[in-house]
């Protein structure tokens, strides 16, 4: 991500002065400090960073998905070229922005066209509005059968009778 290469000057010279203050001069320990300080905070607003960066350079989308959509998305064929362009870029953000957890899946692994699919309806729902991220549900749960619920059949296991041989 971004963050790790605006954390990085900071994280080479924190090593330099830390070098040069155990090898040479024990004077130049208190400036390794401020490095660190530095990287620190880099490593901690590094979300917010690299959201930054990405919103205004949101990275490209691979050429699969795209003939994935071209091909089953009716809504992204009747867009125009800048229409297409700006419903990419919201996608990819979408699925950057929002915190996947899958339930049930082999080896906990959700395959990415399941987020595009799954990220494709959220963004054309809010399309035409300046914010396409749903704040309120940053952490998308997919769990690939129905959830037990009050509404729901549940299946019982057969009843078990013993009875005892003599």
């Known amino acids: 991500m971004i963050s790790n290469l605006f954390a990085a000057p900071f994280v080479f010279c ?83 922005g929002t915190d996947w957890m899958p339930l049930g899946w082999p080896d906990d692994e959700m395959p990415p066209d399941v987020k595009y699919v799954l990220a494709l309806h959220a963004v054309m729902l809010t399309f035409n509005r300046p914010k396409f991220l749903f704040e309120k549900f940053e952490k998308v749960v997919v769990y690939p059968r129905p959830f037990l619920h009050p509404v729901l059949p549940m299946r019982m296991p057969p009843k078990l009778t013993w009875r005892m041989v003599a």
């Open 14 to 96: 924190a090593l330099i002065l830390l070098y040069v203050s155990w090898k040479f001069d024990s004077d130049f320990a208190p400036w390794v400090v401020p490095p660190v300080i530095a990287a620190a905070l880099v490593y901690i607003f590094s979300p917010q960073i690299n959201w930054w960066w990405y919103s205004r350079r949101p990275p490209a989308m691979s050429q699969e998905l795209q003939v994935l959509l071209n091909r089953f998305s009716a809504y992204y064929q009747q867009l125009d070229e800048a229409d297409k362009k700006k419903f990419r870029d919201r996608l990819m953000l979408f699925v950057m």
